[in-house]
């Protein structure tokens, strides 16, 4: 038995899936059968009851399952003693977040840590709030960067960042010659919204007594295509301030408040209530609580 068997053991017994838990840990599929039949000949039991349609630990796999849990747990946390005994810190930092927040917020906080600990390598996991928030709790992930609010009782969660939400428009836009714009007139554009996300939800909130009139162009994924496409002309969206600074600089889009509106996007820090924080990710929290601190945070356009 070694550590790589058991971590695949655990993403076989989390995904419930040959096939899926292969593709986490980049292995081919008779590769992960191959370990799986190794254990199971070393405990001498069945470790998963396999059907065409699920594979589902045994009794002896669940027992199986704490265990690896815990042995895991206990490597990771003697290389992080090994590193504080020695005064040196290394070893690795997970850390998650969504695609903007890597791009246009964490990035001087990222030099910053690296300037101080260069022996540290940083793992990244980018994806939606959601999913971050699920591999935190999972403990997959050190520490994760959410759009708060954050709900699961299973995690500390440290406010960090706030960064104003404006209506952002091309030079061709009617409206980027304007102050400010009501939300009437934002509904009577061509509008550009993010697939999923906290600023889809305050477009649909917020334009919903105006839906007769909403003229929805695209739907995207990437917060760098809305940008480009809102500089081109296919429509306006609602973007963090932070997130435009070089286009606005460039002089190709313009952030405008919204009349009777004061929409803000607040960050936190989040990680497990019921673990202690490895000094690489403590060390991180320090860092980030003094570059996002709010004076530093991004008011107005």
Not at 237 to 259: H, M, Q, T, Y
């Amino acid at each position: 038995m070694d550590f790589d068997q058991l971590k695949t053991f655990i993403e076989v017994a989390k995904l419930r899936s040959f096939s899926r838990a292969a593709e986490r840990v980049l292995r081919s599929q008779p590769a992960v059968s191959a370990q799986i039949r190794q254990l199971e000949e070393e405990y001498g039991h069945r470790l998963f009851d396999r059907t065409a349609k699920a594979v589902r630990l045994t009794p002896a796999g669940e027992v199986v399952l704490e265990y690896a849990q815990q042995l895991l747990n206990l490597k990771t946390d003697s290389a992080r003693a090994i590193s504080e005994w020695n005064g040196i810190l290394n070893g690795t930092l997970s850390i998650g977040a969504n695609e903007g927040t890597f791009l246009y917020v964490l990035p001087k906080v990222f030099a910053k840590y690296h300037r101080k600990f260069p022996r540290v390598r940083i793992s990244v996991y980018r994806s939606f709030t959601h999913k971050v928030s699920e591999k935190v709790e999972e403990g997959a992930l050190d520490i994760g960067v959410l759009t708060m609010p954050v709900k699961s009782p299973s995690l500390k969660v440290v406010p960090v960042f706030r960064d104003r939400i404006l209506l952002m428009v091309g030079t061709g836009s009617p409206l980027f010659s304007k102050r400010s714009a009501t939300l009437e007139e934002i509904a009577r554009q061509p509008l550009i919204i993010p697939k999923t996300g906290s600023i889809r939800k305050l477009m649909e909130k917020n334009l919903r007594p105006h839906r007769e009139h909403l003229n929805i162009t695209m739907e995207l994924t990437s917060l760098t295509m809305i940008k480009q496409f809102v500089a081109t002309g296919f429509g306006v969206s609602l973007i963090c301030a932070s997130f435009a600074k070089d286009n606005v600089r460039s002089g190709e889009v313009k952030l405008l408040p919204i009349e009777g509106l004061d929409l803000w996007r607040e960050l936190a820090l989040v990680y497990r209530r019921d673990r202690s924080l490895p000094r690489v990710a403590s060390s991180f929290l320090e860092i980030a609580n003094h570059e996002l601190r709010p004076e530093k945070s991004v008011a107005s356009s």
